[in-house]
DNA sequence: GTGATTGCAAATCTTTTGCACTAAA
DNA sequence: TTTAGTGCAAAAGATTTGCAATCAC
């Protein structure tokens, strides 16, 4: 049997996006990539850490979520003017944005029908087609 | 013949929105529905303005704004973090979003076929659908 | 060791707010 | 008048940056 690394998975796919396995970015990958999809702030990812005392600065958490997204492992969404999420499911799938609680939830790519588009203007390639579908309470 | 009216036209528009026709809103309005379909940031429209030897303030404008978008006059796009675009098209359509200039451009709603689409949360209804279609230049 | 990473605090940027002043009705 | 609207400057958030201290390799 080999030593056993801790957090191997995490730290291969830290190391794999050419970033440094530091104290920091293991907890918060560790946090972001343990449960399933998650979309947080990064005020939110922040208050996660701090409460399981892992100690990183609002800072960082900024930086290495822009990193990790930068290497494709997250994906940044704008719904809301001055707030960004970030989402741990890169596959292809659009959101569900309910506007009163500010929640998002994932709509799997095969879910929805995009038919028709027209041609991009002149010079320029699609990136990428995100579909926010708002909702808001039924009774309002 | 009656009394000609300056700007009647925007005026009985931000009448028919229940806002007093004031010297700073109808120079806004009129920056606004001048031409064809806009995309504009406040800080842009402020610009103009103040090009155009109006006086208004940076607050007046992001109030102006937001009261037209209540009044259904304007829809707010949401496509960057910590930016917020007025767009004068309230048509239902979408938009190509050309990341490395920040410029907006219009597509139609008829161009734009979502066959499919799963029905939102419990207790919840759809609000509206916004589809952003993310550009880069075909070189990159 | 040494170059990347971090923390902290300050800086930046966009947007909102409080309040005295001004203008529309 | 009387009440809505405006300007200004300050406040509020979210995010970024500069730089000395710290850590991974």
């Not at 500010?102 to 027209?118: A, F, H, N, R, S």
């Amino acid at each position: 049997m080999g030593t056993p690394r801790p957090y191997a998975d995490v730290i291969d796919r830290l190391r794999g996006a050419g970033l440094r396995p530091t104290r920091q970015r293991i907890a918060l990958a560790r946090l972001l990539f343990a449960g399933g999809d998650r979309h947080v702030t990064a005020e939110q990812l922040h208050g996660q850490a701090i409460e399981r005392d892992v100690r990183v600065s609002l800072a960082t958490v900024y930086n290495t979520l822009h990193q990790l997204t930068q290497a494709g492992l997250l994906r940044e969404v704008v719904v809301e003017p001055g707030r960004s999420y970030f989402d741990t499911n890169i596959a292809d799938h659009h959101h569900f944005y309910h506007e009163p609680t500010g929640e998002l939830q994932d709509i799997p790519g095969e879910k929805v029908g995009v038919t028709t588009l027209p041609k991009p203007p002149k010079g320029q390639r699609i990136e990428r087609v995100d579909i926010i579908v708002r909702t808001r309470d039924s009774l309002d």
